[in-house]
């Protein structure tokens, strides 16, 4: 079976600053990995994937995330944080074999940027 | 494009009352459809998924039963609900040609007193 880790319940980062939202899983072969953001009372929004090839993507509102094989990990950056970026993060995998798409989900890390 | 809806947005509804939570997509055909639970804290818990019509497959044994009547609206349902049964309710959509990531719908916020 397959799960994700998200080792920091919250990160705090200024305004400006890189913020990095860290993200490891286990998953047997080559995983499907996603990353969601959530904003209060709302449901979640997709930010990124990565499903095969280049190993940076590129997603939604300036962030990236990089697959690291060998380190298990799919970290979630963005160069430079905005006060609109505090949100709750969701890192999710889903097993190449799993037919019905689902994801399992990490338990979430609150990202608090300060002006 | 492809738009997912859920009603109620907000629910309080006493101990033993029935429940019933309807999620619609538009723009698409033949989607997976999933009912998540966020209770207070974070965790996102699976509840139900669907790859067709009258298909439902649970994840975890409890108070709740799901049914898919139409191929884009997902119904979420209780006899009686408890206590535990507040929280928030997601609904999620997946293409079922190429279901990699997954869209969310607004979330219903149930409140069971």
């Known amino acids: 079976a397959q799960s994700v880790a998200q080792p920091e319940d919250q990160v705090n980062v200024a305004e400006g600053n890189p913020l990095t939202v860290k993200c490891t899983y286990s998953?047997?072969?080559?995983?499907?990995l996603f990353w969601y953001v959530q904003y209060p009372n709302r449901g979640l929004q997709f930010l990124l994937k990565y499903i095969t090839g280049d190993n940076l993507v590129k997603g939604s509102y300036g962030f990236e995330a990089e697959f690291n094989k060998s380190q298990t990990s799919f970290h979630l950056k963005k160069p430079s944080a905005l006060v609109s970026d505090s949100a709750l993060y969701f890192c999710?995998?889903?097993?190449?074999?799993?037919?019905?798409?689902?994801?399992?989900f990490g338990a979430g890390t609150q990202v608090v940027v300060t002006p | 494009s492809q738009t997912i809806h859920q009603w109620p947005a907000t629910l309080v509804q006493p101990v033993g009352s029935p429940l019933s939570l309807e999620c619609t997509v538009e723009g698409t055909s033949n989607p997976n459809l999933y009912w998540y639970r966020q209770a207070a804290g974070r965790g996102l818990q699976l509840l139900f998924y669907s790859v067709g019509i009258g298909q439902i497959s649970s994840e975890v044994p409890q108070n709740l039963s799901a049914s898919r009547p139409q191929d884009r609206q997902f119904i979420l349902s209780s006899k009686k609900l408890l206590l535990s049964d507040s929280g928030f309710y997601l609904c999620?959509?997946?293409?079922?040609?190429?279901?990699?990531?997954?869209?969310f719908g607004p979330g219903t916020r149930l409140t069971v007193t």
């Open positions: 998953v047997s072969g080559n995983p499907y």
């Open positions: 999710a995998v889903r097993a190449p074999t799993d037919s019905w798409g689902k994801l399992q």
């Open positions: 999620a959509w997946s293409s079922g040609i190429s279901s990699y990531e997954q869209y």
